[in-house]
């Protein structure tokens, strides 16, 4: 079993920041990437940004030069920095965690998810 503890969820005003974390652990013997993806209601799952062990990034089209995505490898932590939100940036975020268990196992596992709230 894995867990993914997230954090840092909130409501702000439009152009501020927030930043969330997660924090993986359990049964992990090698992690591919972490990562958050977001779902507004009544719309899908859509990648915000995501990191792979060797340090890749990727982000969604609409968040690029506004989010920063970062790790720390030995906490097996990953950090979204949100500047400059938008109220379209209004969504549950969700943690997403690439990895292989002891057990040789390659799994996808998900955070609970924390609301982000962007209103004027």
């Known amino acids: 079993q894995v867990q993914l503890v997230e954090s840092g969820g909130g409501s702000v005003q439009p152009g501020e920041s927030l930043r969330l974390s997660c924090a993986a652990s359990g049964n992990i013997f090698s992690i591919s990437a972490m990562g958050w993806y977001r779902q507004a209601p009544g719309k899908e799952r859509e990648l915000v940004a995501d990191?792979?062990?060797?340090?890749?990034?990727n982000y969604g089209d609409s968040v690029k030069g506004r989010f920063t995505i970062f790790r720390d490898n030995t906490k097996a932590t990953v950090y979204l920095q949100m500047n400059s939100l938008k109220t379209e940036d209004t969504a549950v975020y969700y943690c997403n965690l690439k990895y292989t268990s002891t057990f040789n196992v390659f799994y996808n596992s998900w955070g609970q998810g924390t609301q982000v709230t962007v209103s004027s």
């Open positions: 990191i792979t062990i060797g340090s890749s990034t």
